[in-house]
């Protein structure tokens, strides 16, 4: 079993929609998680960023992390076309390693 | 204030090969983290250094190796490159001089082709 496993993709919604990304995590030791967006041709860039169980909310975006479950989420509301990209969640534990999801795909229909 | 330089952005290698890849960090970041991005194995860790020392190491051959200057800037090199060596790779930095809460900056990536 992989450590992180995120949503297949890829995902296309309609402008407007609301869009929820999900990942799995197997290693009780991760304590920070963080949600990346990375546009085509470019690096991935920091858009969320937790370390506890419960909700974050930013503009648009809310994380949310269920450590009980082993479960993170990113919802995206009123979505934009500009908000098309790959989205990969992340996590780390006490170390300096960061662990990714594969990553899933949207595309937002205008 | 300037971003994490990656160069070179594309490079070609053919099998058999070494390469050698820069990054510069964000001014004032110590550590320095380089991952692998495939298409089928999304991104993976490779190594991170933190004040010219490796603190982190994933599970690549030794064939996959790096170091940091005293700059921060860091370099990775990679030897007798094989076609699976064809990736994206990107330097990430971060601010944080202890445990690495995972609020990285990456670069744009060098894009390795091996041939």
């Known amino acids: 079993q992989k450590e992180v496993e995120q949503d297949p993709g890829p995902l296309s919604v309609p402008e407007g929609a609301i869009v929820s990304l999900n990942c799995t995590y197997s290693?009780?030791?991760?304590?920070?998680f963080m949600w990346y967006r990375q546009y085509s041709r470019k690096g991935p860039e920091l858009l969320m960023y937790?370390?506890?169980?419960g909700n974050k909310e930013d503009g648009r975006f809310t994380a949310q992390v269920d450590k009980s479950s082993k479960y993170i989420s990113l919802f995206i509301r009123d979505s934009q076309p500009s908000d098309s990209a790959t989205y990969l969640c992340a996590m780390a534990g006490a170390n300096s390693k960061l662990t990714f999801g594969k990553g899933i795909t949207l595309s937002v229909r205008p | 204030k300037a971003g994490v330089t990656q160069t070179p952005r594309y490079l070609i290698k053919t099998r058999g090969q070494q390469v050698t890849l820069s990054c510069s960090p964000i001014?004032?970041?110590?550590?320095v983290s380089w991952y692998q991005q495939t298409p089928g194995q999304g991104l993976q860790f490779l190594f991170e250094?933190?004040?010219?020392?490796?603190?982190n190491k994933g599970n690549f051959p030794g064939r996959f190796s790096g170091r940091q200057f005293s700059n921060s800037r860091s370099e990775m090199n990679v030897s007798t490159l094989e076609l699976g060596d064809s990736a994206l790779y990107l330097c990430?930095?971060?601010?944080?001089?202890?445990?690495?809460?995972?609020?990285?900056?990456f670069g744009e990536g060098s894009r390795l082709t091996v041939l």
């Open positions: 250094y933190f004040s010219e020392t490796q603190r």
């Open positions: 001014s004032g970041h110590r550590s």
């Open positions: 990430a930095s971060s601010g944080t001089s202890g445990i690495n809460t995972g609020e990285l900056f």
């Open positions: 937790t370390y506890s169980s």
């Open positions: 290693n009780s030791a991760f304590q920070y």
